[in-house]
């Protein structure tokens, strides 16, 4: 079965800082990659996703993703971070199950806490 | 505004209550999904239904039963829980391309939860 491993569980940065989470997933076959996050309060939600193609994906609030096939990463990267960014991010996968469908598997999350 | 609708937000319930809780999508979605989160643990998926047909099931206990009745509504069903599934339980839809082959592009779209306490 696939799973996903997030390696950092809280981070804690100030604002400005630069961001890097890791992803990492088990599964040789194609798959499909995601970040989603929560923000406190609030509901899980799209962050970015890679299906094909340039393997540095962009998402929303100037966070990206760089997919790397030979590694089975999917780290998420912010260049400065803002205290608006404190959330908990997961990373998920997207792919075929023992049951024959494409299920989403999710990481664990990391939580991140920016201070002003 | 999340479009994925879960009732109760907060649920209390002793270990020989019956209750349900309830997701509604207002999304035109046809998939629905059922997820366990626990602090310090993976999301798990529970169930999945596609077209109001269940097509996974990831080895969930008895105590927990859903139901879907339509593509709009999915219900989970709780009876004798234990102290240990206390847990926010998501709700999530998306559109499922499964008939096409294009399922695995699929973008979950979650509810805000509902946070079950067992005593």
């Given at each position: ?46 962050l970015?996703k ?46 075929l ?12 999350g990391?939580?991140?806490i920016?201070?002003? | ?50 077209l ?68």
């Open positions: 079965a696939q799973s996903v491993s997030q390696h950092n569980h809280h981070v804690i940065l100030s604002e400005a800082a630069s961001l890097e989470l890791g992803c990492n997933y088990s599964y040789g076959g194609t798959v499909n990659l995601f970040w989603y996050v929560q923000y406190p309060g609030q509901h899980l939600q799209l970015l890679y299906f094909s193609g340039d393997p540095l994906v962009k998402g929303i609030k100037g966070f990206e993703a760089e997919f790397i096939k030979s590694k089975f990463s999917f780290n998420l990267r912010k260049p400065s971070v803002q205290w608006s960014d404190t959330a908990e991010y997961f990373c998920a996968v997207n792919a199950s023992s049951g024959g469908s494409y299920i989403p598997t999710f990481g664990r990391t939580s991140l920016v201070h002003p | 505004e999340t479009g994925v609708t879960q009732t109760p937000r907060h649920l209390v319930m002793g270990m020989t209550n019956k209750k349900s809780l309830k997701c509604e999508q207002h999304l035109g979605h046809n998939a629905m999904y059922w997820y366990k989160q626990s602090a310090k643990k993976p999301l798990e998926l529970m169930f999945v239904y596609s109001e047909e269940r097509v996974e099931n990831n080895s969930v206990p008895s105590r927990f039963s859903p139901e879907c009745p339509n593509s709009s509504h999915l219900f989970l069903h709780l009876h004798t829980l234990q102290p240990e599934d206390s847990a926010l339980y998501l709700c999530a839809s998306s559109q499922d391309w499964r008939n096409t082959g294009e399922e695995r592009y699929r973008e979950l779209f979650f509810g805000e939860g509902s946070r079950l306490t067992v005593l």
